[in-house]
């Protein structure tokens, strides 16, 4: 859709460097940019839970990116990442935070389409993140728990298989 957007920022704290790990992943999946998306995680080893009326695991970025990004990706999206918290210990590689999250989905091309359908999803992101060799901060493990949804499901195309 767009140029890829920078992977690394200069200048940032380490609490919000951990935080931008989250960031890139949304902001990828908002404008279907599969190198940020892939910065965003650790390498192919990770994981991730969608829980809303079901429990869904996704076992490898590989997997990952086919049911969210290639999903989500090319939809008129909008992620908006709200309440952050973050626990982490000076000194240490690994970290955690929770974040509330609503996001807007539309099929591609109608998203400013008065009257088109959106899918609204309301939750909360738990993630566990490691920080590489590089020092940069990449989500191991994200669990997206569903708190509410409005609008058209079907627009998702069905649950991830």
Known sequence: ????????????????????????????????????????WAGEDVSMQIHDDQVRALSGLSQIRKIVLDR?????????IAMVRVNWKEGEDVASLTATSTNVHAKAGTGREVGAGKYTVGG????????DGEGVWRIKKLVLNVIWTSGDASLMGGPPK
Request: aromatic content about 6%; proline content about 5%; cysteine-free.
């Open 1 to 40: 859709m767009s140029a890829s957007h920078p992977q690394t920022l200069p200048s940032l704290t380490q609490r919000e460097a951990i935080a931008d790990a989250l960031y890139r992943a949304t902001i990828a999946s908002d404008h279907h940019d599969i190198d940020l998306f892939t910065s965003a």
């Open 72 to 80: 989500v990706g090319p939809m008129d999206t909008t992620h908006n």
């Open 124 to 131: 909360e992101y738990v993630v566990d993140l490691v920080k």
